[in-house]
Structure formats: C-alpha cells, structure tokens
C-alpha cells in the first residue's frame, strides 16, 4: 500500500487546514491510522489516531479540542482537520497505517507511512 497526505499549506495563526490521507494499491479500511509530525530539530511525534470504524480517536495533548480526525472507510481515506492553528504546529505531517485495527502514540507499530506534507503557521 502507498499513502499519500496532502493538503498542507502555509496558514495563520488561529486559521484552518484540512489534511488528507489516500491510499493507493492495498486499501487501509480495516486498520487504525494514525497522524505524526515531525518539526524542525524536534522528533517525530504522534498527533491523533482512529481506529478501524472511527469509534476510537485519541489525540495529543497539544493538539485536543483543536484538530479533530476522521475517516471515510468508503474512500479509503483519512482526514485530519485543523482549526485555531498556531505556530508552534509548524511541521511535516504523515501518515500511517497501523497493521491491525486500532491506532497507537507509538510510530514503531505502524508499517505504512505516506511521504509528508508540510503545514506552515505564521503568527
């Protein structure tokens, strides 16, 4: 399977972006997926997950009540909206499938990744 995130962009501070995850070949409708980011000089760190059916979603502290995932199991596709941006959400986003059919905070459980798409947040 390959994934492809897009829909990144340069934005300001308290403004919205809305990611997208595609899959192309094997389709991801039975696995968890997940969102990370990577920032510049910091690790990659995990942003929000969803299982399966979208009945579980979890998300990073820094990110709660501000993005919200979701997914279209029709599609195969999974979307990470972000609203009240700030700069400090600066980074390249991925992401990844999970091999079964919940999401995990941990990028070692996931063994697909999409090649990133940079979302830049001016103040």
């Known amino acids: 399977v390959q994934l492809q995130a897009f829909g990144g962009g340069l934005g300001q501070a308290w403004e919205s972006l809305r990611l997208s995850c595609a899959a192309s070949?094997?389709?991801?409708?039975?696995?968890?997926m997940g969102w990370f980011r990577r920032a510049p000089g910091k690790e990659r760190e995990f942003v929000a997950g969803?299982?399966?059916?979208?009945?579980?979603?979890n998300y990073a502290d820094s990110v709660k009540g501000r993005f919200t995932i979701s997914r279209d199991r029709t599609k195969s596709t999974v979307f990470l909206q972000m609203n009240s941006l700030k700069p400090g959400d600066t980074a390249i986003y991925y992401c990844?499938?999970?091999?079964?059919?919940?999401?995990?905070?941990?990028?070692?459980?996931?063994?697909?990744w999409g090649q990133g798409t940079l979302v830049t947040v001016s103040s």
């Open positions: 990844a499938r999970r091999p079964i059919t919940y999401s995990s905070i941990y990028p070692y459980n996931y063994n697909a």
């Open positions: 969803i299982s399966w059916n979208g009945g579980n979603t």
């Open positions: 070949g094997r389709a991801f409708t039975n696995n968890g």
